[in-house]
Every structure is written in C-alpha cells, then in structure tokens.
C-alpha cells in the first residue's frame, strides 16, 4: 500500500514516512497540494497547516482514496469542509503512529468491504437479470409471506426492494442449520430474507413461525404455507432452467425459445434445440411465441 504524504513541514513529514516505512508501507512525500495532484497513493495524509493553499482540489480528486486530515486544531475550515468534501477522517497534531496505523487499518477493512459488496450486487444483478419482476416496490410490506412457483422471481424482488430502499438484508436459507442463531442474532435493523422453507419438519415450522413475531421479515414459499402473516401470491410462466430445478421438457424449450429467439436465426435456435425447424414451428405456435416484427 503506497501513502502520500501531503505536509510542508518536511521534518514532520520524513518521520510520519520513516516510521511508516517501518511498518511496510510505501511513502512519498509533497509539500504543497499542487505537487500532491499529479501523485498515485492508496492512502493520502493530508496536512491543513498549508499557507495559501486550498485543500478542496485534491479532496475532490481523490475522495475515492482513504484521505486523513493531519491537523492542529479543529474547525469548520480543518475538518467540517474537507469532510464533506469526501475525506474520511482526521488526526491531531502530535499523534502516535499507533493512532494512525488504526485508522488506516480501519479505513483499507471499510475500503474492501464496499468494493466486495460492490461485486455481489453486481454478481447478483447479472445473475437475475433476466428475470422480469412485475409488482410495485412501493406496495410492498413486511412482515410478508410470499408464496410462488420460482424462487428466483422472489429473490429479484427481494434484493431490488433492499437496494432501492436502503434496507439492510440479513439471508437466511432454512437449509442451514444455524438458521434459528442467524433470525435471533440478527440486526434489528435489518429484514430477513428467508427461504427453503419446505425443507422444515412441521413442528420446526410453527417453531420459525413463532420466533418471526418479532421479525421484520419477507419469508418465500415455493408450496403452500398455513400462517397468520400477511401473504401474497407470485408466479411465473418463464422459469429460469438450473441445476437445483427439473423443469418439463415443454417447460424447456418455451423457456428457450422465448429468451433466444431473438439472439439466434431459426436454423441456429433449432439446431441448438436438437430439433428441426418445422418442430420449432409448431412449438411456437403452439407456446404462441412467434417474433414480432
């Protein structure tokens, strides 16, 4: 991890680097925020202490870097400004390097954190985006049962509610057999998404039933579920083909042949099919998929 040092005093600015170094880091030092612009560093130290010069164009340049304010005292000018301006935190002026290294530490954990939790939504997003979810985000309440004949449909539905609202999602596959800990352990903040309900043996189900009463909870049933929790029903007619669902062979086929028919030519779409192109014909007026022009 490479740290820019942006300080004009270069006494103090040598051994915040040397004792970095020390500790495996990679240091450069500038001594005006000019110099500092054209720098490439994982982590900026950031001195307010620069006569005559604005900190506000390298915050705005790298507000996607971890920035620490090193300053002598604290106002709205030092810190509330460069805050809002996309710095992370701040350190005074004299500070141990034990104190920085926390922050740095803690900062590269937070730093990670969004970037894989950037990934998984972009895995998931990709992953369900051929799913069509027709229902209104905005009518959508919890505690809620939702019973439908594709899991997936529901978990486009859950996980586009959490990302638009904000909401902050706690999993809980019944499959698992820390599924009860992960309900009582859970961020009273959070909405649990729960699933694989069917695998539950009926007296473990009146078990989960009862311990969701002080839940804020979505609960997805591919079967029909007896509770007293409020319950809608949605299905599909284009299930998504996986290796945990076995699906007709018509189910199959008009799966396909809606979902490519416009990727592919007919002679290309039957060959992949493993049929001719007048089997697909008639699968198309069968299903009713015929293209439009």
Not at 157 to 186: C, M, R, S, Y
Request: proline share 3%.
């Amino acid at each position: 991890m490479k740290i820019i040092i942006v300080e004009n005093e270069l006494y103090l600015a040598q051994s915040i680097a040397s004792k970095l170094v020390e500790n495996g880091f990679e240091t450069e030092i500038f001594s005006s925020i000019k110099e500092a612009m054209n720098s490439n560093g994982d982590v900026y130290l950031l001195s307010t202490n620069l006569p005559g010069q604005s900190t506000s164009p390298l915050i705005t340049k790298f507000k996607e870097k971890i920035i620490i304010l090193m300053v002598s005292y604290i106002n709205n000018d030092t810190v509330g400004e460069p805050l809002k301006l996309g710095a992370k935190d701040y350190i005074v002026k004299p500070f141990m390097i034990e104190e920085l290294l926390r922050k740095i530490e803690h900062y590269q954990e937070y730093q990670d954190l969004k970037k894989k939790t950037q990934l998984y939504h972009e895995y998931m997003a990709n992953l369900l985006k051929e799913i069509k979810v027709d229902f209104d985000m905005d009518k959508l309440t919890y505690p809620l049962v939702i019973q439908t004949n594709y899991q997936r449909l529901i978990d486009k539905l859950v996980f586009e509610f959490a990302h638009q609202k904000e909401k902050l999602l706690t999993f809980v596959p019944l499959g698992d057999k820390d599924w009860k800990e992960k309900i009582e352990n859970a961020d009273e903040k959070s909405l649990l998404y729960i699933t694989e309900i069917h695998v539950l043996k009926k007296a473990d189900r009146e078990k989960l039933l009862a311990l969701l009463k002080d839940h804020d909870f979505i609960l997805c049933s591919t079967s029909e579920l007896e509770t007293e929790f409020p319950s809608i029903t949605l299905n599909t007619d284009s299930k998504l083909y996986d290796q945990n669902e076995i699906l007709t062979i018509d189910d199959y086929v008009k799966f396909i042949v809606n979902s490519f028919q416009y990727k592919f030519p007919d002679t290309e779409l039957s060959k992949k099919l493993g049929i001719s192109r007048k089997s697909l014909w008639e699968k198309r007026k069968k299903y009713g998929l015929f293209k439009k022009k």
